[in-house]
Structures are given as C-alpha cells and as structure tokens.
C-alpha cells in the first residue's frame, strides 16, 4: 500500500538534504575564487552585486509570500490562489531567482550559471516527483490545475489573491528561517570579498 503524504514528506528530506550539499559546493567556490572583473572592470562587479542583491531579495520576498499561503497546507490541501495561481511551483521559481541572485553578488557570471544549471539539472526531477504525488492526493482537482496554471515560470495575469487566508503561524516562521538566506548570505559573502582583498583569506583562482 503506498502512502502519498508520507512519500511527499521523504522526497521533502531528500530535497533538503541535497540542498545542503549543493549548498556547500558553493560556498566552497565562493571561499576559494575571487572576482576577475573587480581588478580589471570594477563597475562591472558593482553592477553584478547590486542585481544579485536585488534578485535575493525578490527571492526572499516570494518565498515569504508563498509560505504565507502554504504554511501546513502542503500535503492536505492543494493551494492554488496567490502566487500558486501564477505557477504550480511558485516556491521553486522564487528559490531560482534568489539563488542566481547570490550567485551574482559573487561579482562573478560563472558562478551564477553554475547555480543555474545545477538548478535546471536537478529541479525538474523534483517537481515531476511531487507532482506525480499531489496527482494521487487530489486527482481530478490538480489534474485541471495542472491543465491551466503553468508548471515553472509564472503567468503573472493569472494572478488570485484571497482577501483573508488562515496561516499557521508555528509552520510560518519556520518557512520564513528558510527564506531569510537569501538575505544576508550575501553579506558574508561581501565579507569574504573583503578578506580576499586583505589577504586574510587565500584565493586560488579568479573567475569571471
């Protein structure tokens, strides 16, 4: 006998447990490379850091929007209003665009397309896993959101916001943990830019 809620719960564990992997690779990177642009084009860098802040934020912003609406409703109820209107996967598109987002403030464009393509390679899985699952949870209702909400990239005139909405507030704050990250991730790694300046932290490459 199969057990969707519980088969969600575990992929759930996985996907957390490959983040942080993932997550560490490049924190390496950014502790072990510097910037190319900042010695030969400075504004260059600049540029990248302020988009990449502007993109975690955004990030941050839309996973807390997201909780807001999926707070311990994730296995018993299918959500679709708010940003779930807009894309099947809100919290994912969200996750993507403060990941690049902190990959940027690398002052780098490598490390960003690593982010992206680690993304691309992996996230796709992961969706149709879930989804696979949420189909055997709720059949006829999400088999006709599937057929009209996008799986991935937001079709932002599809917007429906409820007027009031029930959060749970202990499952809230712990979505909110997960999402502040993208936050002052970036500081520690302006932190490490300046350590890298002052040669108090070795860097063994340079990238672009």
Known sequence: MKFPALELKGRSFMRTRHSWVALLSIAALFLLTDSAWEARWPVIGEVLFVAGVLLAG???MGRVWCSAYIAGYKNGTLI???PYSMTRN???FFSFLGSVGVGLTSETLAIPLIIAMAFAFYYPFVIRSEE?????LHP???DQYRREVP???PAWSRLRELS???VQLKTFRRHIASAIWFVWIPGLIHLVDFLHDHKYLASFC???
Do not use: N, R, V
């Open 132 to 136: 696979t699952t949420l189909s055997q």
């Open 90 to 92: 809100p919290l994912y």
């Open 164 to 166: 009031d909405h029930t």
């Open 58 to 60: 955004i990030g941050a």
């Open 151 to 153: 799986s991935f990239f």
């Open 140 to 142: 006829e209702q999400f």
């Open 206 to 208: 340079k990238m672009y």
């Open 80 to 82: 679709t209003s708010g």
